[in-house]
């Protein structure tokens, strides 16, 4: 299984997503334009179901240390990466993803490629969250959350997290990978 899931993780651009935290590449307007078109009215409440951390992990699917958040790892009873965004952002695991709404500066982070889902699902981000305090990308939003989900619908603007650089693997083959520096920055998303 250990073999398995090496090969998976391989595959699925989790290697990648983690290279991309030494720094920034090129720049990614492009993808923080295309997450900044939805407006949160035309998000509607009938989205798709979320799974929440407890639902999208298990012991078979996941790296087996947790998920990285700044530099703790999340795992058993905190197992949602709580990201804080302003003139520094921080990180704090906590137990769900309603734990991590208590100002509308945090965003809810449950995983950071496919590797870190159940299989079969992906690593969604979604549009919307807290303006980018990077320089350069202050017109843009950053991701409001990032979650396992069965499909990442780019018609409502979410947008798949941790795919390969060098693979080029995103699911929607109209996408390119790329290393993100407004929405996402450290890690790569397809746009």
Same mark, same amino acid.
């Given at each position: 299984?250990?073999?398995? /899931?090496?090969?998976?993780? =391989?595959?699925?651009?989790?290697?990648?997503?983690? %290279?991309?935290?030494? &720094?920034?590449?090129?720049?990614?307007?492009?993808?923080?334009?295309?997450?900044?078109?939805?407006? %949160?009215?035309?998000?509607?409440?009938?989205?798709?179901?979320?799974?929440?951390?407890?639902?999208?992990?298990?012991?078979?699917?996941?790296?087996?240390? =947790?998920?990285?958040?700044?530099?703790?790892?999340?795992?058993?009873?905190? @197992?949602?990466?709580?990201?804080?965004?302003?003139?520094?952002?921080?990180?704090?695991?906590?137990?769900?993803?309603?734990?991590?709404?208590?100002?509308?500066?945090?965003?809810? $982070?449950?995983? /950071?490629?496919?590797?870190?889902?159940?299989?079969?699902?992906?690593?969604? &981000?979604? @549009?919307?969250? @807290?303006?980018?305090?990077?320089?350069?990308?202050?017109?843009?939003?950053?991701? %409001?959350?990032?979650?396992?989900?069965?499909?990442?619908?780019?018609?409502?603007?979410?947008?798949?997290?941790?795919?390969? $650089?060098?693979?080029?693997?995103?699911?929607?083959?109209?996408?390119?990978?790329?290393?993100?520096?407004?929405?996402?920055?450290?890690?790569?998303?397809?746009?």
């Amino acid at each position: 299984m250990r073999a398995a /899931w090496l090969f998976f993780f =391989g595959l699925s651009g989790g290697c990648a997503a983690l %290279s991309g935290l030494d &720094g920034l590449h090129a720049g990614d307007a492009g993808e923080a334009a295309d997450v900044q078109t939805e407006t %949160s009215a035309e998000a509607g409440a009938d989205g798709p179901d979320t799974l929440d951390a407890t639902d999208a992990h298990d012991a078979d699917a996941g790296p087996p240390s =947790g998920l990285t958040c700044g530099t703790d790892v999340c795992a058993g009873s905190t @197992p949602v990466c709580c990201e804080t965004v302003g003139d520094t952002t921080t990180f704090k695991c906590v137990e769900s993803n309603a734990a991590c709404s208590t100002s509308t500066q945090q965003v809810p $982070i449950d995983c /950071w490629s496919d590797a870190d889902c159940k299989p079969g699902l992906l690593c969604c &981000g979604f @549009p919307n969250g @807290p303006m980018s305090p990077v320089a350069g990308c202050t017109t843009f939003t950053t991701a %409001s959350r990032v979650s396992c989900e069965t499909t990442c619908d780019t018609t409502q603007g979410e947008f798949e997290v941790g795919c390969s $650089i060098q693979l080029q693997n995103c699911t929607d083959g109209t996408k390119t990978c790329l290393n993100s520096q407004c929405t996402l920055p450290g890690h790569t998303v397809c746009n």
